[in-house]
């Protein structure tokens, strides 16, 4: 019973400058025709030998304008809502439209390898249109899945050796971030007796605040890939 009354009580929060208005429109129509009544008191007597007299066509004009007023009031409370929703559009669009968005332009990408390790790449980008002041890269590697609240934790209150600062990213700007594996590391992955996660998180800085974009990926044996398992914007 309670929460039933919650729940109506906040459908009726959603409408309340409509109940305020149509309470508004009740004062005036029920004051309009107090007066109305008491001038045709008066005037009974005038009233019932001509009805159409002067007396008689001013009180009715007189409610009419009650209803007239109360359309106004419908109409303004139409604008003002009308105006909240554009409003919240607007803010919302800034919000969206107005700052960078940088994430991965593609997968990683085999550049280079040697007798000990093997260097990818991955390409990032800022698909918005706004410039990113810094962008701060943080990259792990594990054998495991990671745990992605740990290790931003971590370095957030560390001064971690895996952060990264690669500077401004103008709109439409790609930059790459490289990351190395050992080959003997990679062996074990395409023999099936160890795995490779890399997590990777971008925070980037602008006017409006920081963002960021992580992923963790896995390296497939089958295909000889990164496999993204997640991604996430912040």
């Not at 039933?4 to 409509?18: D, G, P, Q, R, V």
């Not at 401004?168 to 080959?183: A, Q, S, T």
């Not at 409006?208 to 890939?225: A, F, R, V």
Request: glycine letters at 6%.
């Amino acid at each position: 019973m309670i929460l039933k009354m919650i729940t109506l009580l906040e459908k009726l929060l959603k409408y309340k400058y409509l109940i305020g208005c149509f309470f508004l429109s009740s004062f005036l129509l029920v004051g309009s025709i107090s007066i109305w009544a008491e001038n045709a008191t008066d005037a009974s007597s005038e009233n019932s030998e001509n009805p159409y007299s002067i007396v008689v066509i001013k009180d009715y004009f007189e409610v009419l304008g009650v209803f007239l007023d109360i359309g106004i009031i419908l109409l303004l409370w139409k604008t003002v809502k009308d105006f909240a929703e554009l409003a919240k559009v607007s803010k919302l669009q800034t919000e969206v439209r107005f700052r960078p968005w940088v994430g991965p332009n593609g997968g990683f990408e085999l550049l280079r390898e040697d007798s000990q390790k093997k260097q990818y790449s991955i390409t990032m980008k800022n698909f918005g249109e706004v410039p990113a002041s810094n962008v701060i890269v943080t990259c792990t590697i594990t054998d495991s899945m990671p745990d992605k609240l740990s290790i931003l934790n971590l370095n957030n209150y560390t001064e971690s050796k895996n952060h990264f600062q690669i500077g401004p990213l103008l709109p439409g700007m790609e930059k790459r971030y490289w990351v190395f594996i050992e080959n003997e590391k990679y062996r074990s992955v395409m023999e099936g007796t160890s795995d490779i996660f890399i997590f990777i998180y971008f925070m980037y800085l602008f006017s409006g605040g920081k963002s960021g974009y992580g992923m963790i990926s896995q390296l497939d044996s089958k295909t000889n890939n990164f496999v993204h398992k997640e991604m996430w914007i912040d």
